[in-house]
């Protein structure tokens, strides 16, 4: 079974640093994007920042100059470097990919990990 498993969340004092990653297990033929989302409590889902199968990069206002996203494309891995972190920043971190499961298809499919807990605070 395919799924997405993030990693690296926990409790940071203000302007500390996580590192966070999320592993794609499964079989999975073709990424053609991932992404990181948050979930503060009683908010709806933001993105955060989004990269392609090609290394192009984008990142969101809120947390622009703070995160950076990269991929490891051997290990299907997604990494997301947070600096200078808020309070603010506390939420579920949501690690996104779409991707072809298989060689011999046209079809696409979106995948969603089950979030991990980062929490900033004194």
């Known amino acids: 079974q395919v799924q997405l498993v993030e990693s690296g969340g926990g409790l940071v004092q203000p302007g500390g640093s996580l590192r966070l990653s999320c592993a794609a297990a499964?079989?999975?033929?073709?990424?053609?994007?991932m992404a990181w989302y948050r979930q503060a409590p009683g908010q709806q889902r933001e993105l955060v920042a989004e990269?392609?199968?090609?290394?192009?990069?984008y990142y969101t206002n809120d947390m622009k100059g703070r995160v950076t996203i990269s991929r490891e494309t051997a290990e299907n891995t997604l990494v997301l470097q947070m600096v200078s972190l808020k309070p603010e920043d506390t939420a579920i971190y949501y690690c996104?990919?779409?991707?072809?499961?298989?060689?011999?298809?046209?079809?696409?499919?979106?995948?969603w990990g089950q979030g991990t807990l980062v929490t900033v605070s004194s």
């Open positions: 996104n990919a779409h991707v072809k499961l298989k060689r011999n298809t046209l079809t696409w499919t979106e995948l």
């Open positions: 990269i392609t199968n090609d290394g192009t990069t």
């Open positions: 499964g079989t999975i033929f073709r990424i053609f994007a």
